[in-house]
Every structure is written in C-alpha cells, then in structure tokens.
C-alpha cells in the first residue's frame, strides 16, 4: 500500500534529485516521493484510524527533506493524546466512558486518541504539559505531568519544591535504601542482603508510587522528626536517634551474606574432600575452629559463628607430588582449605545448601545471618536527598517531647535546610503530620498533588499549630525550649552502608610475603597507607623519628649482616655457627638495620647486573 | 632570645618541603580554575600555564612584553609617547614593500609603497641599503622598484631569499612587533609592548632604564646578569600567585627563584634542572629515569654519601631534618 505511492528511486540524475524528499524505511532509503509533508499527513491519519498499525512510527525532517518510517524492535516509545486543532481528542465524554469501564486503554489507541510517539518521532512534536496550555500549533498533550519523569523521580514526594541537585540526590540514595528487595529472599543465596524488620509505606505518596505497587515493598519508616539542634551531636549532617525507638524496631534489618565452597577438581584426578581436616594436614587451624561441622564437613543451621570458625571444612591435595624420603615414599601430606570466617562478619547460620556447580562437583553455599540494629555511624536518608549519619543513640527520657508526650524517634540539624533548599522535605513533615491526625494520606504527586493550602486546612481542622511548630520541653531538664519547634513525620530510608560492614581498626596484623610491609585493604586486616603527601608533611614538620617510626619501625623493619670489607649482604651459618660473607672468606660482619624495601631494592639492582656495596660507619 | 632571632628560621627547618607545600597546595585550586577558563582566549598566558612556563625556565615565554616607562619630558604628553612607541615598533620589508619573484627572470622585486614609506618615515634609499645588506649581490634601485639578482639560480633558495627579506628589518627595535601607548596610574604614559629585547631600549636615551620591564626573565639573566634574574623570577610568579588570589608568602617564592639561579644560570625544575642534579644517585634514581642513574653510577663507581632526605628514606634511618640532625656528643674529660 505505501510502497504504490513511493516511486522507486531512479538514477540520480543531477537534474531529477529536485525538490523531492528522500524515504526511509528502517534507516534504508528505498525510494522518492514528490509531496513528502502530505505523505507525512496521510500516513499518519491512516495509522490513527487504524489502517497501519499502531507501531509503525513516521518521522518528517522539514530541513534535509527526508521523511523516515521506523517499523523495526527496540525503540523505546511512549504513549500521548492526540491533539488536533489545539483540541484534546480526549473529550469529556470519552473521559466518562473510561471512568464507567466502557473503554479500555486498547480502545483509545484504536480511537486515534492515544498514540505511542518513539525517539524520532516526538522530534517532530510538540508536547503540551497542560490541556490549559494547548495552543493550535500543538500536536500532542502530554497524559499527566509527572509523566515526563522516570521511575525513580515519579516517587519522590514534592519534587516540584526541592532543588534540583538534591532530587538527583534523593534518586541515587533511594537505590540504595534497606527494603523487601525481594519476596523470595528466604530462598536465595544472594552474596549479600539486607531486608528490613518492618517496614512502612509512606504517609505521603505520589500517584505513581501506589500504581508501581512500591507500597507492598516498601523501603523505609516513618520517622517523627524534629528540626532542631541537639547538644551539638547532630553537627553537620549527622542525626540524633531516640534509642528506646530503636530498641522498639525502628530501623532494624537483617543482613544475609552467602559463602561458598566447592570440591574443585585438579589436573591428574586429585580434587577437594569436605571433611573435618586431621591434624596432621598442613595449615590446621585451632580445634576450636572446627568445632561446629559435621562429619560431612559442613555446618548446621542455627550455629552462632565468629571470626575464624570454619563453616565448610575442605582438604585439598598437595601442590607438589609425593615426597621422597629415607624411608621411602611417603603419604601425601593434605593441605587445609576451609571455607573460614573472616573477622566481622559474625552472625548465625541462615541456611545450609549442598548442590552440584556447572562442573559437576560438590558445591556448599552458607548463609549467614545477622541482625543490624541501628548504631552510631549508619546512614540514614528522607526522599529529599537529606542523608545522615547517627552522631548520638539518646535514651526516650532525654529527647525533647511535645506537650502532647510526642517524643521525636530523630533529629535532624536545622542547618541542613537553608543552603540546600529542600522545601519538599519540610512540606513531607508537615503533610505526614497532618496525615496522622487526619487518617488519610498526602497526595504528593508532582505538579497535581495536595498543596500546602490543603495541608494547613487539615492541621487547622484538628485544632493544631497550621506550620508543624510547637513547643518543646528539653528532656534532661524538663523546661520548655523557649524556641518554638518543627516537628513533624517524614518518611526515612535506612541505607545500606553500616558501619558494622566498614569500620576497621589494626594495631598489629598481617603482613605481605614479597615486601614485608602491612597488607592493604579492610579485608586482609591491612594498615592505612602513610603515603608520600603524609611523608611530606612529617618531613615539613621536622618530625625525623616520627617518620622513621612509620615508614621503618611500624613496617618493614629488617636486620641484615653486611660484610665490613666487601660491603655485600652476608648470613649466618648455624651449621658451623659464623656469619659468612658471599665473596670475602675472612671477615667481620655487622648487623644493620634497614628498610625490607631496601634488599629488595638492593637485590633488583644486583640483577642489572650492578654490585651495590654498604660503606659502613658508626653512628655519630 | 631576641624577637628578631625569633623570627628566623631555624637551623634544620625544611624550607624545601614547606615551599613546596606552600606553593603546591593553592597551585591546586590553580588548576582546577585554570581549566575552568579554558577556551577563552588569553593574550599572556596567566595562571598555572604562566607558573609551569617560569618553573621549566623556558628559552622564552609563549608571550614576551615589555613595560617601557619613558623620561620625564616623553612621558607627560600622548602625543611625544606615541612617537617614541612609533620609533621603537619593528618595521619589516613587507610592511612597507610588495615583495615577488621572477622566476623566469630569476630576480626579486620589490615594490615600495611611497604612502607606506612616508607614514613610516623612511626614505627609499635606506630601504634599499638595507636589502643589499642582506642579499649583497646586484641590487638595483630604480624609483620604487628594487630588483635583486640571486647568485643562485635554484628556485627553492630563491624563495628562500624572498622570504628572508620581507622580514628584513627596517626600522625600530628588533624583536618588537607592536607597541601600545597605555596611561598608567600615576597619569604618565607608557609604552606596552608585545615581544621583548632589554638590550637595545636600556640603550635608549628616550626611556626611563630604571623602570623598564620585560616578562622575559633568561633575557633579564642575559643582559642585566643572574641577580637581576632572581629578582624577575621571584617577581613573576609572585604576580602569578597574586592575581589569583592565592595569599603565598614571599619568601617562599624566593626560596624557589633562588634555586633555580644558585648554578649561576636559570635552572628548571624537574629531570632536566634542580632534581636531575641532587647529589645522592639514590635520590635521582627515586625520582625519575632509574636505571639511567643506577647504570651511570655503577659505570662510575659512584658513591651515595646519603646526605639528602630521600636517600635516608629509602634506606631507612632518620632524615637529617628537624630533629634528626640533632646528634649527641660525649664530652671527655
């Protein structure tokens, strides 16, 4: 049917190119037409009578002349109303029959009322926000406003009052916030998960929110919250947590970590046993270690593991073969390589599963459980982008209270507010407030939700302060704060960085085999790195011992001989109890002190083929 | 202890270090503005492309000026400052002259332009003295046309020639391209220049030598000696520092500058100045080029007599800084 109308492109003559315009199907140019605008038009009435199909997209460069139709897979669309002569095609009446159910959404695509517009396509259109804002030059309306916005902003509540940065913020930090992320949770071995004791839906809520169905996985509480300062423990952005609500459940989660083990097979037709490794095998940890596995080697439910317990025992054959001894061959000696705890991660064992890998061998994956109470130094956000970390768990009897007995479960700094300009999360506050009073919930959808007005009516009707303030009473000495208060309820995300999977401390601990300096990382219990700025800094300061302290003796302090007269690094020979030099037969060797780093350096240096030598002297 | 005792820097202070951090530590809010600015179009470089230009000691800064102050009688009227910026302005051959080759004929010629020559202020005759400076051979000068015959017959050198007598100089001081009669504060006029040459305008009877100033610090070490040197040197990144705001003291500049001109000559700072000549191989070896250093010592039999920080770092002991140079002497008897 369109191919009749599209003539088949001729040869380009200079002369015959002309005023006509160039079509596309698919991104391939497959022929010419002489009045592309009226293509354009017909084409696209056709498919709003529903003569082409609805999926078909039209795309019409006024400026290169080239009229593109788009039929193939993977563009991303969207749905519109048509408009037409600056009038919505979704009249009133059609309005009505959908509200009766007399119409579906099918049947206004089919209508020509609603069309689905793809990247290219909207090029070309002009997109009223507003039926109020149609002018005759508009080509579609917009269905609702918040429907310019994507998932993770549509259910943010006041968008509309918060600066711009701050809902990015809020975006990226309600990605990370502790939830139900999953119903099936109790049946998987995710390497880490956290799942929230009892979590609440939102007081105050977008229309999105309800239709994406966030309120049956909710991730988060609603908090009561008072904007106030706080004996100085809510300083830069860190909050003040009313400890008996914690002790209560506000905030709690579970944390699953799964481990896993396997029964590798090795080249030769050795592999892995899970056992309770012997003493005599290589590497054999404490008794104690093994004290929770079976004879199976593995663990049961319910075992409160620490650090350094083995979950799965497991022996591995030996790197080398057999060795070979006066008494002959002797029995191969088993290396140990259990599955073992590593320090902060203590809990108890969820689950136990014994499966077979994509290899065919055995395959143990251990959960471990623990709950995460909230503590000093776990993060905590509202949907404004208003992040917090605990600076202070207070007892109930010290908090500020209302003179109704309200008690705030947190408090935030008021210095969070001004430069930051996050009126959404004050308008959150007192909506959720008056929401509690009111039993309905706040309509806190972009653009069309319930507006501050509404909000005031309501506190008004329940005989309260109409802008959230009121007087609190100081906890620790029972008179009134002479300030008045805002408080209010706001719905808060616990976040899933917790310092109990963070923090880290090391005062002695392990170090690497090739330099003999700490090992780095959380993980490996590593030392913090005294880098070169750190290094310029002690040297600035004149601080001699100090630096040699941290970059010798707290690292990789060694004591070597050194011949006298050669200036080569020398060894002691227990055999015949003498210190030997590697060239000189006869000398005297002294021990010296130097950085690990330093023989190493020393060594490198000798592979070049360059013999360093140490000139020695007495310290003066 | 007096109060000026007081104030002096200690025996085993790090100056070094402190300069550096001093320097260093606004340098990077420098960069991060510096590339803020990028794209608009800057007549003298500023900021930390100016700093790195002093610091590598350039042969020559991307944009030479000079700030000439003139005597007393020059400087109070426009008019008498314009004439003499006119005077200093470098004029070229092909300012005043349309230059071309024949090269069927195998000659140049050169077309004067009288209404150029009168605004310039030369007369003909000159010009062509000056050609024949340059090319030497069989010029002819007939009214406005000058006609050069090439020893050579080759058409590249030729071309060459041409091209070296349209820069032919004809006029003013050498080297100064414009000249700009700017008032300055105290109502006086100066003259701004864009390129540099101290020499001949400190020989100009019409400027105020006192005052004359040039960005090009190794011109200053040339002809005003390595003191002089210092002085720009500390000068210039002062002004630097201070047009970005950046509070540094002075001293710590001075530090700087006299570093890089204690050899007697502009050092840079880096692998081919100041650290590409510490005295400890291991020090050298530390920073940059490793092996190079190692080998040479080796090949030398160099010794580290590990007198610097970096050597005793690397070994090992206490730095001899602060108070690890503080040793204990037994007194007998």
């Known amino acids: 049917m369109k191919r009749k109308k599209i003539r088949k492109r001729k040869k380009l003559l200079p002369g015959a190119i002309g005023p006509r315009t160039s079509v596309f199907i698919n991104g391939r140019l497959v022929g010419e037409h002489e009045k592309g605008e009226a293509l354009v038009a017909e084409l696209k009435s056709r498919r709003r009578q529903g003569s082409l199909s609805s999926q078909v997209n039209f795309y019409f460069n006024r400026k290169s002349d080239d009229f593109f139709i788009n039929t193939d897979s993977g563009r991303a669309r969207r749905p519109y109303i048509v408009v037409e002569a600056g009038q919505s095609r979704l009249t009133p009446v059609l309005l009505e029959q959908l509200k009766k159910g007399e119409i579906t959404w099918n049947g206004l695509i089919k209508l020509g009322v609603i069309e689905y517009l793809d990247a290219e396509e909207e090029e070309g259109a002009l997109v009223a926000l507003r039926e109020e804002n149609l002018s005759p030059d508009h080509t579609h309306l917009e269905i609702d406003p918040v429907s310019i916005f994507g998932v993770t902003v549509s259910v943010l509540p006041f968008p509309e009052y918060n600066s ?11 990605k990370q916030s502790l939830g139900t992320y999953s119903v099936n949770f109790n049946m998987r071995n995710d390497s880490r998960a956290h799942i929230m004791y009892y979590p609440q839906q939102p007081l105050a809520q977008t229309h999105p929110y309800k239709l994406l169905g966030f309120a049956e996985r909710a991730a988060g509480q609603n908090f009561i919250v008072a904007i106030t300062s706080s004996y100085g423990y809510n300083i830069g952005d860190a909050v003040v947590m009313n400890k008996n609500a ?19 097979r090795y080249p ?8 309770i490794p012997l003493p005599t095998t290589s590497g054999y940890r404490e008794e104690k270690a093994y004290r929770f596995l079976g004879e199976d080697g593995m663990i049961s439910p319910e075992c409160e593991v620490k650090a350094k317990d083995a979950l799965v025992g497991k022996t591995s054959p030996p790197r080398f073969l057999e060795e070979i ?29 014994l499966t077979d890998s994509l290899a065919g061998t055995k395959l143990v994956k251990v959960r471990v459980r623990s709950t995460k109470v909230p503590e000093v130094g776990d993060k905590f956000a509202s949907r404004h982008g208003q992040k917090g970390v605990i600076g202070l768990l207070r007892p109930q009897e010290d908090m500020p209270f209302t003179a109704d007995g309200i008690v705030p479960d947190l408090i935030i700094n008021p210095h969070a507010i001004p430069s930051r300009m996050t009126v959404g999360h004050l308008l959150e506050m007192l909506g959720s407030k008056a929401a509690c009073y009111s039993g309905n919930l706040v309509d806190a959808t972009p653009f069309s939700g319930d507006r501050e007005e509404d909000i005031r009516k309501i506190m008004k009707e329940h005989n309260l302060e109409e802008f959230g303030e009121e007087t609190l009473y100081d906890g620790i000495t029972g008179m009134p704060i002479k300030t008045k208060i805002f408080i209010g309820v706001i719905y808060y995300q616990k976040l899933h960085h917790l310092v109990s999977n963070k923090m880290h401390v090391r005062s002695r601990g392990p170090v690497q085999l090739l330099t003999h300096q700490p090992t ?22 004149g601080a001699s011992m100090l630096l040699r302290e941290r ?49 190493l350096l020393l060594d490198e240096i000798e592979s070049l083929g360059i013999f360093p030598r140490l000139i020695l002297r007495d310290k003066a | 202890m007096t109060t000026k005792s007081k104030k002096q820097i200690e025996v085993g202070e790090a100056v070094g270090i402190v300069a550096a951090q001093s320097i260093g530590e606004p340098g990077t809010q420098m960069t991060m503005r510096t590339f803020h600015y990028a ?34 009688e020059y400087a109070a009227s426009e008019e008498k400052a314009k004439a003499v910026a006119k005077d200093i302005e470098c004029t070229t051959l092909d300012k005043v002259a349309y230059v071309e080759e024949d090269f069927e004929e195998k000659k140049i010629l050169i077309t004067l332009e009288p209404s150029e020559l009168e605004t310039e202020g030369v007369v003909a005759s000159e010009v062509a003295k000056k050609v024949k400076a340059l090319a030497g051979s069989h010029v002819e000068h007939k009214d406005n046309v000058i006609t050069v015959k090439p020893t050579t017959s080759s058409l590249r050198n030729i071309r060459r020639l041409t091209n070296k007598l349209k820069q032919v100089h004809i006029k003013g001081v050498e080297r100064i391209s414009r000249t700009l009669v700017v008032k300055g504060k105290d109502g006086k006029y100066f003259i701004r220049t864009s390129g540099s ?7 100009n009877p019409k400027v105020d030598t006192e005052r004359l100033y040039t960005n090009d610090v190794q011109e200053t070490a040339r002809v005003l000696g390595i003191e002089a040197a210092r002085n720009a040197l500390v000068r210039e990144i002062k002004q630097v520092l201070d047009m970005q705001n950046l509070n540094v003291d002075v001293r710590h500049c001075m530090l700087l500058a006299d570093a890089m001109t204690m050899g007697g000559e502009i050092k840079s700072i880096g692998r081919h100045g100041l650290s590409g000549e510490k005295a400890g191989v291991l020090a050298r070896a530390a920073f940059e080029e490793t092996v190079k250093h190692l080998i040479n010592a080796a090949t030398h039999g160099d010794d580290d007599k590990l007198i610097g920080v970096t050597e005793n770092i690397i070994i090992g002991q206490t730095v001899p800084v602060g108070t690890g140079l503080v040793r204990l002497k037994v007194k007998l008897g």
């Not at chain 1, 030769?268 to 899970?274: A, R």
């Open chain 1, 164 to 174: 711009s940065p701050r809902i990015t913020m809020a975006c990226a930090m309600a």
């Open chain 1, 246 to 264: 914690i002790d209560r459940g506000l905030g709690r989660s579970v944390f699953y970590k799964a481990h896993e083990s396997e029964e590798r």
């Open chain 1, 268 to 275: 030769g037709g050795q592999k892995d046993t899970f056992e």
């Open chain 1, 325 to 353: 001894t006066v008494f002959g061959v002797i029995e191969e000696k088993k290396r140990e390589s259990s599955l073992v705890l590593k320090s902060g991660e203590d809990g108890v064992v969820d689950s136990v599963m």
């Open chain 1, 520 to 541: 780095e990382g959380r993980s490996r219990e590593g030392g913090l790195r005294f880098g070169e700025m750190e290094r310029d800094c002690l040297i600035g300061y």
């Open chain 1, 551 to 599: 970059l010798l003796d707290e690292s990789d302090k060694t004591s070597l001989l050194v011949c006298e007269k050669c200036g080569s690094i020398g060894y002691h020979d227990f055999v015949k109890n003498r210190d030997n030099c590697p060239l000189c037969d006869d000398s005297k060797l002294e021990q010296v002190e130097m950085s690990y780093a330093f023989k």
């Open chain 2, 39 to 72: 794209g608009v179009a800057e007549q003298v470089p500023t900021g930390l492309p100016r700093l790195i230009e002093l610091v590598d000691a350039r042969k020559e800064p991307k944009k030479p000026i000079m700030d000439i102050f003139l005597k007393e």
């Open chain 2, 197 to 203: 040459n101290l020499a001949t305008l400190m020989k």
